[in-house]
């Protein structure tokens, strides 16, 4: 909404509330333009993006009770330059987007409360250069989807499960897997992903049903053979 400094900023409002409840901004002033884009189940924490006193527009969180918005910075070592939150999990304890990295790419990344910091998912590309977009979290925040770049130049989906050191590609509805696709939302559980692909160079809706391996089970102990009494 506009405040009184004519500038656009973010706000909370809540059932129950005679007015909003203006967020500010990450420049030191508070007077900065800032949007909110994600909030949780709950509606105890919201995410969105920020200018900052650098004249950057970077991604921040802000939850219940806390006076001023907490920014996340950027891939980048010196925390510079843009990103921005696309997802958050239904706790609000885990965001996804992207954001600036040192080798000069936007690319994907994943935010939990716990880290406190951004972590980079990277691309599909051999060399892990190109562009990504975290799109969408399951609810828990374990498994992210989106797009990135391929060694092919195209933009294909991805998937990206906790603890995966790269994202994996969806391909497409081509049999070569040639073409474009991307992820735009996932079910709650992390096991369905919709989007859209390409068939013949045009772009249809697709699904994709998800299948993580199983966890191996501890195997069982071999009881001992009885021995014959002396």
Do not use: C
């Not at 333009?33 to 900052?52: F, H, L, P, R």
């Amino acid at each position: 909404s506009w405040t009184d400094g004519y500038s656009q900023q973010g706000f909370i409002w809540r059932e129950g509330d005679e007015r909003m409840t203006n967020l500010g901004s990450l420049t030191t002033d508070n007077k900065g333009w800032s949007s909110v884009q994600n909030i949780s189940a709950d509606g105890s924490t919201v995410a969105g993006t920020s200018e900052t006193d650098a004249g950057d527009f970077q991604a921040f969180i802000w939850r219940q009770g806390e006076t001023n918005l907490t920014g996340l910075g950027t891939l980048r070592a010196d925390g510079r330059g843009e990103s921005q939150t696309n997802a958050i999990s239904t706790n609000g304890r885990v965001l996804g987007g992207y954001a600036d990295t040192d080798d000069g790419f936007s690319q994907a990344f994943i935010w939990t409360r716990e880290d406190g910091r951004m972590k980079g998912l990277g691309t599909q590309s051999a060399n892990n250069n190109g562009l990504s977009r975290v799109t969408a979290l399951s609810a828990d925040g374990s498994v992210a989807a989106g797009f990135s770049e391929t060694d092919s130049g195209n933009y294909q989906a991805f998937i990206w499960h906790k603890g995966d050191i790269r994202v994996s590609g969806l391909g497409t509805l081509n049999p070569d897997n040639s073409g474009f696709s991307g992820a735009t939302s996932i079910s709650d559980d992390g096991t369905v992903v919709a989007g859209s692909a390409h068939k013949n160079g045009i772009s249809r809706a697709v699904i994709w049903k998800i299948r993580w391996p199983e966890a191996p089970q501890p195997e069982k102990p071999v009881p001992e053979a009885p021995q014959p009494e002396k």
